[in-house]
């Protein structure tokens, strides 16, 4: 039994886990879409971070107040494309498939420490395989952010 333990973790650790990755600070740097009432230029050069529970940026703020994070994969564009609700991802579709083929689409919630004035929800955020991409469905269209 000790080996097979063993050699489960030896197979898991051979093998990362590719899955949803968020943690890190990204930079807003375009807008693709129809802006309604925002002006998109307050908001590219901005930033957005996540770590360990906590965020902050320009779109969502969350410090230690419960933050918890979901995620539904795609295996490939046009699984992601075909779904109704990411229509306006549609631009982005060629840099999607550079990024690619798995595409991420993050539920992140801030419970707000017991206060309902604070809870948030961030969604859609999108992120791609290759992790250096993520898209933030705003209005009538979304922000494009970058993580080196």
Known sequence: ???????LVATV??????????????????????????DTN??????????KGEAEGVFYQCSFQGQSATYTTYDTVDEFLANPEFKLF????????LSGPQVFVHRITCEGD??????????PFVTTQKRHSAYYI???????????
Not at 17 to 29: E, G, L, R
Not at 114 to 123: A, I, M, T
């Open 90 to 97: 549609k631009p982005a579709e060629e840099a999607l498939r």
């Open 138 to 148: 705003f209005e009538g269209g979304f922000f494009s952010l970058y993580t080196p």
């Open 1 to 7: 039994m000790k080996k097979l333990a063993l050699m």
């Open 114 to 123: 017991g206060n309902p004035e604070n809870r948030r929800v961030l969604y």
């Open 42 to 51: 307050s908001v590219i050069g901005k930033t957005q971070r996540f770590y």
């Open 13 to 38: 650790a051979a093998f990362p886990a590719k899955a949803d990755f968020i943690d890190t600070t990204w930079s807003v740097v375009g807008w693709t879409g129809e802006a309604w009432y925002i």
